[in-house]
Every structure is written in C-alpha cells, then in structure tokens.
C-alpha cells in the first residue's frame, strides 16, 4: 500500500490503528451495508477552517472513486448539504439528481449512472456533526424509490452514531474530516461489533489500493482547475506535503538556466532567498535533482555543495527529499520536502512512484499555467495600449475609468472607453463593445477607437459619427460586429445630445438616490448591414450628476437576468459615494472582479458634472513629471507651496508636501514610467490624483505562500506616512496605468 514517502501514520497504511471517531465511523458503515443493498458508504465531516464537507471515512466499493471529495457547505442544491444545514433526513432520487447534474455539470463526475441518495444527518443534542451517505444504482428501475425500512435503518444506525460522537467529543476527541480520506475494506471483524481493528484487518487479508486513487485523482481534479501558480502550489501541499508527513514544501521552476521558487510553505524567506536563482550548473541538491533526473535524500539538512560553500539550512538538521518536475518529456524544476527532525524511516519504492506520479501532474500544472500567464500579460498589454493613457482634466467633470479583461479564454477582447475633447470645447464620452474574444475583437476594436477620435476631431454629432463607422467596418470586411454608445456634452450649459449603437444606454443619476429615465431609441450594432441610420436625443444634465457609461460585462445577469442585473447597478449608482468616484467605481465592480472566473471583459466610465457657475467654479492644477527625474520632486513642492498659497490652503501645506512627494517618488521609482500629478481644490478639501502611464501588466514572479514575508512589502513603508496625515487615500486602475488618489481636508476658514 503506497501512503505517504515519510515513516509517519497517514491514511490507509497497512497497520494503522484507527482513532476511537475512526472506528465509530467503521462500525456504522459496516452496520449501514450489511442492512441496505446500496453501492455506495462514506461519512462526511467539516473540514477544519474551510466552509466544506470533506469525505472522512468510506468503505471501498467498485464505485467509491466517484464520491464527491468536498462539497460546498453553502450550496444546498446538494443532499448532504441540505442534511447538515437543517439536521433532517434528505432522500435524492434519481430524477433529482438527474435534474441537479443539468443545473451543475460538474456533479456528473459523482453520479456518471443513474442512482439515488440518502443523506442522513449526525444530530445529538442539538449539534449536527456530519452526515452518514449512501447511493443506491438505480440503472435498471431509474424510478424505483428508496425502501422506507432502509430510511428507518439509516435513520436508528446515524442517531446511534451521533451519540458516539458526542461522547467522544466530551473526550476531546478530534472530529473533522482529514485531508485524505480512510477508504476501508467492507467487510471486517468490526462488522461484527469488534471495534479494535486495523486498516490491514480484512476478511481476505487484502488492503485497498483506493486511498492511492483517491489522492490522484483529488489531485488531478484540483490542477485540472488551476488558473494561478498559489492554486498549484495549495494542491501540492493538501496532497503532497501533508499526506506524505513533510513538514515544508518548495517547488521550483528552471528558466534561463536558472531554477527560479515558484512557491514554497513552511520554509522561511532566507531559506526561499538562498534557493531562488541557483544556476544549473551549481553542485546544489535542487540544480543537481533537475539536471540528474534523479530523487535524493538528505537526512541531515542540505545536501553540501561540492565547491564547500556552507549549506543554506543545514541548522536545522531536518531531513530533506528531492524530487524532480517533469513535463512534456523534460525536468523542468524540483520539489523539496522536509520532514520532521526525528524522522528515521526511508521511502519504500511505492512511496516514491506515487510522489514522482503527483509531482509529475504538478510540473505539468506549472507548465500550463506559465504558458497561460505569458499570453495572458501580452494579451493584456496588447489590450490595454488600445485604451485611453490618461482621461483628460477639466473645471467642469470629474472622471473615473475601470478595465478588467476576462480570465477565460484568450482573455483578449473588445470592450472600449474613450473622452475625446471635442473642437467646440465639450467633452465626448464613448463606450464600446466589439463581438467575441480574440485577436481579431481587438483589431476591430482599435479600427472602432481611432475612426470615432477621427470623426470627432472633424465635428461630426454621435448618430453621424455612428453611421460613419458602420460604413467603416463593412468597407473593412470586419468579421465581427460592435454596439458604441456616444455622449456629447456641452459643459457650458450642460445639455448633451445621445446615440447608442446596439449598446445598452447609460445610467444617469442627477442627485443621491435618483435615476434619470432615458428615452432614446437603441439603433443596429455596428457592421451588420447597408444604409444604417441611428438617432440621437438631446439630454440635460444638471450640476452633481453622476452618469455611467459601461459595457454588458459589467452586469452580473446570473439569478437575476439582465433587467434585473441592470436594475441593481442603478441603485448602486444612485446610493453609491458621488463625492469620490474612484470608490464608487470600485463599488460598482466589486462583484465582478471578486467572481474566480470572468467570462467577459468589461468597462466602465464615471462622470460627475460639476456645472460652470463662477461661484462654484473650483481650482485645478496639474503637474507632468519625466520618468527617473527624481529631481522634479523638488520642483513639485515648490510649486505645491505657491498653489496653495493662492488657494489659501497653507494650512495643509506641510503634511500634503510630505504626503506628495512621497507619492510621486514611488510613482517614478516603480512605475518607471512618466508621472501626471492633478489636484482640484473643492469645498471642504484638497484632491490629488499622481497618475503613471506605464500598463505595468502582470507577469509571471515568484510566488511565495503566505508564512513567507514578502520582500516587496518593505517598499512600501512609506505609505505609511500617507495613511496617517491623508483623510482618505487609494490606488486604482486609470487607463493604460494607475491612479493613486489622496483627499486632505481643509479647515472651515481655509474652504
């Protein structure tokens, strides 16, 4: 039986003794299938920390590789769910279950052939510890119900269980389900009520193989839904460290003749520091397991380096194993494990065939998802060259921008903003949206962008500048179609004028909780046929409105549908902070960009006009800085004290020179990229707004776990400073860069 590389207990050796729960466990089980004709037995428990189910004990049946691992403690769409949550009896039939795999796909994986499901909750005195399943096949009668003595029996043998566990939690035993399951064989002595019996203990003296199984395929299941290097390196150590009694984990990756710590838990920064960048031509345990392709053993700490130099951990003196990463026919990396200092035992030949299998599905891991964040950061790039660098700075609005690209697929689309500055001195806002996600979406969407900055330039209203792009594109042969939504707006008087091109209309919120209705006609997207005429509506926007201009990936339609999913971005719109909209943009995203998955790129456009009477006209100021001159900073205090001076704002002086420079040094020395520093003067305060025009897009790093600090953190240390003098303060996304934006209040005298 292959368990685990280290000579400590771990699930399904042969000879382990069972806890006291284990055994409760087994002896329910064993009583369950010797009463019920069913084709599946497990106990499911709460895993410790986690709002999930976890399988804690099965017994091993042709079909118990199907048990679902972990179940969502929140999804009652799920039997054993709904047992937990309301302590009842739950029978699945066949026909539910069936009607549960069409809503979530996923769930055919553990119910492949038609069956049914009773879960049958673990409830005693008003504490509900887990749930006693079992499956019946129901391939022959898909209709037949569950036999109402076998709900009876499973019902009895779960209370008797219960009260098992309570008295054995008044013991301090531990009841939680275990990172890897005990998979047990059915039939036992302890069938018989003889609860002092080992794993090995079988009526044919066989043990099985499954608890294996179930580790590879746990595995293979976690990577297969990887999309971020800390996702593999989770699964590595729940299916890897842990079961295989380590006590700290490494994985690298070779790159440029270089092994680079993709992620580590357990090992400290030095160790991780000492490691990170070893050339592979090094006499070092981690270079020497890459370029010889072998496993080794050190049992005294790290192996010594041919050319004497000390090793980096060896203090310790915990015994380390070095395993390979192989992929695509090549070592591309190491993993290290260290194990307990008073370890004595050595991996049997299963225990490394296992660990090479699990750690060749990692190397595997790590190549995909290497290869997806290269293309994903030049998709992005690409992507974001494509939108506006800055958003233009005026008395009369204020604005706020967001991007996310989608996280599936080529996370490469079309979705669009621009302000364009329009030659009779009004502001255009423009959001747009071209079909599909590729290449191509983008190519079109940057034929969309120029020809509109063109159009505009010439003076054309947004219905021409609609018709003039649709005859644009089908002159291209453009493969895909696009919605644009164009406002104009005259910040003398305010009054727009609005055309829409298949694209969904803004929302308009002229005072707190308020929405402005929109009658204007939605013409044809762009590009699908001859002739189109679109038409545009005059709109007044009055002094403190806030408008949206987004596109549908905005709109989270799922439970709610799209009328519904619209409805609440208005009223977050309407309830939402109108004094800064930098947080009011990140509210109105929150959801999107907390979903795992994005399916679809989005944008979105903030505007609050802010009307021209010359009472009310406020002060702005704006400053450009060349990229690496750390020199200007000087330069931008001293023009900081002459502006307030005329603002009559000395009294924040010296905290906001302190509070600015150090924002735009960091701007100059990480952003690497040129600096734009804006500040308004309005009632009641100061605003400042230090924008690179860098896109900085992600790429691959090291990714260290979180018992590791850091080294990047230390640079910010002087945020600090910012934090406590600013009244408020954030960075968001801007464009093709960033926006670290600061509020300093002034006192009733100075506003």
Request: charged share 20%; with cysteine.
């Amino acid at each position: 039986m292959c368990a685990g590389i280290a000579e400590v207990p771990t699930a399904g050796r042969p000879g382990e003794r069972l806890s006291l729960c284990d055994r409760a466990f087994v002896s329910a089980l064993r009583e369950v299938r010797t009463l019920l004709n069913a084709k599946n037995f497990a106990a499911y428990l709460p895993r410790p920390g986690r709002a999930r189910l976890g399988v804690a004990v099965a017994l091993d049946t042709p079909c118990s590789f199907t048990l679902p691992s972990e179940l969502d403690l929140h999804d009652m769409r799920m039997p054993t769910v709904r047992a937990f949550q309301t302590g009842e009896l739950v029978v699945a039939e066949a026909v539910e279950l069936r009607r549960l795999v069409r809503q979530a796909p996923a769930f055919f994986m553990h119910t492949p052939f038609p069956m049914a499901m009773v879960s049958a909750p673990l409830v005693a005195e008003g504490q509900t510890f887990g749930c006693l399943n079992v499956q019946w096949s129901r391939t022959c009668a898909p209709e037949m119900p569950v036999p109402t003595d076998d709900l009876h029996h499973l019902q009895r043998i779960a209370d008797k269980l219960a009260r098992r566990l309570l008295h054995l939690q008044e013991a301090e035993e531990q009841i939680e389900a275990p990172a890897i399951p005990k998979f047990l064989p059915p039939a036992s002595a302890a069938a018989s009520g003889n609860d002092a019996v080992d794993i090995a203990d079988s009526s044919d003296g066989s043990v099985t193989s499954s608890t294996c199984l179930y580790q590879l395929k746990r595995l293979s299941t976690e990577l297969a839904e990887a999309v971020q290097v800390r996702d593999v390196i989770a699964a590595a150590k729940t299916h890897v460290m842990s079961p295989f009694g380590a006590t700290a984990l490494m994985l690298c990756r070779a790159q440029e003749a270089r092994l680079h710590v993709v992620g580590s838990s357990g090992f400290s920064r030095d160790e991780v520091g000492s490691v990170e960048g070893t050339l592979l031509s090094d006499p070092s345990p981690e270079a020497e397991t890459v370029t010889r392709v072998e496993a080794r053993l050190s049992r005294t700490g790290r192996l010594p380096a041919r050319t004497g130099s000390p090793p980096a951990f060896e203090a310790d003196r915990h015994p380390l194993g070095y395993m390979p990463l192989i992929a695509n026919g090549h070592a591309i990396g190491c993993c290290t494990l260290r194990f307990p200092s008073d370890w004595q035992g050595r991996p049997t030949d299963e225990d490394i065939a296992l660990a090479a299998l699990m750690l060749g599905q990692i190397g595997q891991a790590l190549e995909r998802i290497y290869a997806h964040e290269v293309e994903h950061a030049f998709a992005l790039t690409m992507q974001q060259s494509l939108l506006p660098p800055r958003l233009p700075l005026n008395p009369e609005t204020v604005l706020a921008s967001r991007y996310l690209a989608a996280t599936q697929g080529a996370a490469l689309g079309g979705d669009w903003y621009d302000v364009v500055s329009l030659p009779d001195g009004g502001i255009g806002l423009a959001v747009g949206d071209v079909e599909g996600h590729n290449p191509q979406a983008s190519g079109v969407m940057g034929h969309l962008r120029s020809a509109l900055l063109a159009y505009a330039s010439e003076g054309h209203q947004p219905a021409t500048i609609l018709e003039r792009i649709d005859m644009l594109l089908r002159a291209l042969g453009a493969s895909h179609y696009a919605t644009c939504c164009c406002l104009w707006l005259d910040t003398t008087t305010g009054s727009g004028k609005l055309a829409t091109a298949g694209h969904p209309l803004p929302l308009i919120s002229p005072a707190p909780g308020e929405l402005t209705p929109l009658d204007v006609p939605i013409g044809p997207p762009l590009g699908l046929g001859d002739g189109q005429h679109y038409q545009e509506r005059e709109i007044t926007l009055e002094p403190g409105s806030v408008t949206a201009l987004f596109t549908d990936g905005l709109l989270d339609v799922r439970g709610l549908g799209p009328e519904g999913a619209l409805a609440r971005l208005g009223s977050k719109l309407a309830g939402g902070d109108r004094e800064n909209l930098e947080t009011l943009a990140d509210d109105l995203i929150s959801e999107r960009r907390r979903q795992e998955v994005l399916d679809d790129d989005l944008a979105l456009l903030l505007m609050r006009f802010e009307g021209v009477q010359p009472e009310q006209r406020q002060d702005v100021a704006r400053m450009a800085i060349q990229r690496y001159d750390l020199q200007a900073v000087a330069a931008v205090r001293h023009r900081l004290r002459d502006l307030l001076g005329r603002w009559n704002a000395e009294s924040i002086l010296d905290e906001l020179e302190l509070v600015l420079s150090e924002i735009v040094t960091n701007a100059l020395i990480h952003g690497q990229s040129d600096v734009d520093v804006r500040m308004r003067r309005h009632v009641g305060g100061i605003r400042v707004e230090v924008q690179d025009s860098s896109p900085q897009p992600p790429v691959p790093t090291v990714i260290v776990a979180d018992d590791v600090m850091n080294a990047e953190a230390e640079s910010g240390r002087g945020l600090l400073i910012v934090d406590a003098l600013a009244k408020a303060w954030g960075s968001s996304p801007a464009g093709r860069g960033k926006t670290t934006w600061i509020e300093m209040a002034l006192s009733p005298q100075a506003a």
